[in-house]
């Protein structure tokens, strides 16, 4: 079973999806991959604790405040997916990292010689739970603004949401 919510943020509609236990999903609507945790059976309108305490973090973040706290994410992927948004948590409000820097960490991490920054972008596009898991903050090696699945003029407020948070 899958339960739904929605949220009205400043820069659009997002659903809220959860197994019960933790969030599964965070995606604006009609994002790529949007709906990728669903299942096929869905209760709409849940009043779950883990969709008022997402709210709650949702509330903070735009509201121009940096959350001190996650809520419980239910994240699953393959064990390279899973690394990939596990070093995307490590990435600071108001930084960012590029593809090949987080292939350079996986790749340390595995005691291999290198890492594909295509594969890691591949499981950046693939991240579930967008904003808490910040794949925003993830740029070219030149600095570009590259892929966005909740689309590029997103990714630029968000980071310019949280470069004015850091400046605080």
């Known amino acids: 079973m899958t339960y739904i919510s929605k949220y009205q943020s400043p820069i659009g509609t997002i659903t809220l999806s959860s197994d019960g236990k933790g969030l599964t999903g965070l995606w604006f609507d009609g994002q790529k991959y949007y709906g990728s945790t669903i299942s096929d059976e869905t209760k709409y309108d849940s009043d779950l604790d883990i ?45 960012t990292m590029t593809y090949g820097e987080i292939a350079k960490k996986i790749a340390k991490e595995k005691g291999i010689k290198s890492m594909s920054a295509q594969a890691v972008g591949g499981a950046v596009g693939q991240n579930p739970i967008s904003i808490i898991v910040p794949c925003h903050r993830v740029i070219g090696s030149d600095g570009s603004m590259t892929g966005y699945a909740g689309g590029i003029e997103r990714k630029k407020w968000l980071l310019e949401h949280e470069n004015n948070l850091a400046r605080r």
């Open 51 to 95: 969709f008022g305490e997402t709210k709650r973090w949702l509330d903070i973040y735009f509201s121009g405040s940096e959350p001190d706290f996650c809520p419980r994410l239910s994240l699953k992927g393959s064990d390279f997916r899973e690394s990939v948004w596990r070093i995307l948590r490590t990435i600071p409000c108001g930084a």
